[in-house]
């Protein structure tokens, strides 16, 4: 794996940012979590002027981690509370269409909105998080969480092009409904503390996810197909709010 890893970073990045990676990479590879090496490798790839070989790999890496830990969801083999809160929005789907669309809507939105709606909603989730553990009541939260996914969905499927204060709105107010969702499923034996860490990082990358998939508005097909995703995403959400999912 450490070989593969090796030898796409060379092709994707060209030889001075392959050392620079494949240093920190080695250096903390044995004390690392595995969520971190990953995440390390997704910043790289974020800021790679090789942008579309750094797309297609924020794609791979986040199938890759679904895929190699399935079981993470319901608790099994994780075992510190950073790991616990990074796969908590990864491993929900509820979660990660909503993530995903706000990195979409971003990208339709274009610049400053790409970045500022990426970060908006995990400083918010954040705060709903906080609400969460302290165990403050906020009604609905599932149908808030599920309505994010249809009402973000459908912002995407039409190409909405909202003033950028109404889009940081919209996403945080949803935000509060996913964080709040974390905190109250903060494992009683983990530290707040680094969950939390956990589930902004975790969220942090569905919406790098989502961005890389909005970049294929640079063309008419490519736009053609976000607006797909934007209204699948819709049709997910809807899915969660009837019950059916």
């Not at 070989?3 to 970073?9: G, Q, T």
């Not at 009683?188 to 956990?198: D, I, L, M, R």
């Not at 008419?220 to 997910?236: C, E, K, Q």
Request: charged letters at 5%; proline letters at 4%.
């Amino acid at each position: 794996m450490t070989e593969f890893k090796s030898v796409l970073l060379r092709k994707s990045f060209g030889p001075e940012l392959f050392w620079r990676s494949t240093g920190r990479l080695a250096a903390q590879l044995a004390a690392t979590p595995h969520a971190v090496i990953v995440s390390q490798i997704f910043l790289e790839a974020s800021v790679s002027k090789h942008a579309k070989l750094a797309r297609n790999l924020c794609l791979t890496l986040s199938l890759a981690m679904v895929a190699t830990q399935a079981s993470a969801h319901t608790g099994e083999g994780i075992n510190t509370g950073f790991a616990s809160g990074f796969w908590h929005p990864i491993l929900g789907w509820d979660h990660v269409v909503a993530m995903v669309a706000v990195g979409m809507w971003g990208a339709f939105l274009g610049a400053p909105a790409i970045w500022i709606l990426p970060v908006v909603f995990p400083l918010v989730m954040a705060f709903g998080g906080a609400l969460g553990v302290l165990g403050v009541p906020l009604p609905m939260i599932e149908t808030g969480i599920a309505l994010s996914g249809v009402v973000l969905g459908l912002l995407v499927a039409f190409a909405v092009r909202a003033p950028i204060w109404v889009a940081a709105v919209i996403v945080g107010i949803f935000a509060i409904f996913h964080g709040h969702a974390h905190g109250t499923e903060l494992p009683e034996a983990f530290s707040a503390y680094g969950y939390a860490v956990g589930f902004v990082i975790g969220t942090g990358l569905l919406h790098l996810a989502g961005i890389a998939i909005g970049f294929l508005t640079a063309t008419p097909t490519g736009t053609m197909a976000v607006r797909a995703a934007g209204g699948l995403v819709a049709l997910v959400g809807a899915a969660f709010l009837v019950g059916v999912a």
